[in-house]
């Protein structure tokens, strides 16, 4: 089933909600896979499509692709220029930090070679806790079961960066098989009907690379995430799908 959601579209790019589970394009650790984000939407637009950045496979929300591979350039020095503010949404074990900054240097996850080997890396990621919950079960040790509902903001664009973050800080987002806790991903999975990784892509702002205006996007959490919100008393922080203009700020970095 073709499930995007396209949430803007002009001649030079497009921004769409990828689905939690579906990969962005074909890698090589993608063997027998045939279903991809890149070839839905190029088979939605009836042209080809130049992702700019990336989302893991199993996290949702907003994602850009350029309609050229001029376009694609320039944004692609906007996302790894830190231009591009990006905003999401986790459910975490425990009650998270009211505010922080996270700055955990990271090793490369790439699997072509051992992560010992390769340098850490700069990474920065701002936290918030939206509201948290207490349920009156026992999922781990204790007879309560404490998760929150945290935005992220990451400064830099590190492979599994919120992922790592959270869970080195010791509040994993629910549903990451990785980097989490598998008796509170069980419990999301089997109890509250939400047997993926809980981590969503509901805000983007970045200049547009032709007009120079700030182009702001937020993005509505899937089917999935919004029942989960719902539930657990959350509902007042579910994002919609919005659009919005900004005046221009700057011609240098457009292309004419």
């Known amino acids: 089933m073709d499930d995007l959601r396209i949430l803007h579209g002009d001649e030079h790019l497009v921004v769409v909600h990828k689905p939690a589970g579906l990969l962005v394009h074909r890698t090589a650790l993608a063997r027998g896979e045939r279903d991809f984000l890149v070839q839905r939407l190029r088979d939605r637009l009836g042209r080809r499509v130049y992702p700019v950045h990336r989302l893991d496979r199993p996290t949702s929300g907003a994602m850009v692709f350029a309609l050229s591979p001029e376009i694609a350039a320039c944004l692609g020095e906007a996302f790894s220029g830190r231009g591009v503010a990006k905003r999401y949404l986790a459910v975490v074990r425990g009650i998270g930090p009211e505010a922080e900054r996270l700055a955990y240097p990271l090793r490369e996850e790439d699997g072509r070679r051992p992560k010992a080997e390769m340098p850490a890396q700069e990474a920065i990621t701002e936290v918030r806790r939206l509201d948290s919950v207490e349920l009156p079960v026992r999922v781990d ?59 969503v892509a509901v805000g983007l702002a970045f200049e547009h690379p032709v007009t120079g205006r700030r182009l702001a996007i937020d993005c509505a959490p899937d089917a999935t995430l919004a029942a989960l919100l719902q539930r657990l008393g959350w509902a007042g922080h579910l994002p919609v799908d919005a659009i919005h203009h900004a005046p221009q700020v700057s011609t240098t970095a457009a292309i004419p």
């Open 141 to 199: 040790r204790y007879p309560q079961a404490r998760y929150s509902l945290m935005e992220a903001r990451p400064l830099t664009g590190r492979r599994h960066q919120i992922r790592r973050h959270l869970s080195r800080r010791g509040y994993p987002i629910i549903g990451d098989a990785k980097h989490g806790k598998g008796n509170h991903n069980r419990f999301f999975a089997e109890r509250l009907d939400a047997p993926r990784l809980l981590l």
